[in-house]
């Protein structure tokens, strides 16, 4: 087990030096869209990539999702055959968003055995869903 302050470290240890390997300028909650945002995470069991709609209003979420929803056929076929959608996603603060994503479970951020494995993951998703954005960004925002 690691203290807090050690186990704080080592996840700051692995967003750097994930950053330096991948020196990329994500899109991530600069989508123009308050409502929208595009997410990494890792954690002790799963990482994941993710499209949040994190807008409070249960009807501002369900608009979005069911938007993002009718694009599931071209999102799956083109791009991330592997996503899943969630439409009441409850977040570990106890915060509900819709979000649609890819995770890759079995690894754990404390043990740097997974971090080659994770970056890459994380980074080819990232592209591939900021592609899916960037090409439907439009049809999402209207």
């Known amino acids: ?6 186990a704080k470290q080592i996840r700051q240890e692995f967003w750097t030096s994930f950053g330096k390997e991948f020196p990329h300028k994500w899109l991530l909650y600069n989508t123009k869209m308050k409502e929208i945002q595009l997410k990494f995470s890792f954690e ?7 499209l949040d709609i994190t807008d409070a209003d249960e009807l ?4 979005y999702f069911e938007k993002l929803l009718s694009l599931k056929t071209v999102l799956k076929d083109s791009y991330l055959p592997e ?3 969630v439409k009441d996603y409850v977040l570990p603060e106890g915060k509900t968003v819709s979000r649609i994503y890819v995770e890759k479970e079995g690894v754990n951020i404390y ?3 997974f971090w080659p494995e994770v970056k890459q993951f994380l980074a080819e ?17 209207d």
Do not use: C, G, T
């Not at 002790?44 to 993710?50: C, E, F, L, P």
């Not at 501002?60 to 608009?63: A, G, L, P, S, T």
């Open 1 to 6: 087990m690691f203290s807090r302050e050690e």
């Open 44 to 50: 002790h069991k799963v990482a994941q990539v993710s």
């Open 60 to 63: 501002i979420r369900d608009y």
């Open 83 to 85: 996503i899943i959608f």
């Open 111 to 113: 043990n740097k055995k």
């Open 125 to 141: 998703n990232m592209l591939k869903l900021e592609e899916f954005f960037d090409d439907f960004q439009d049809f999402i925002k």
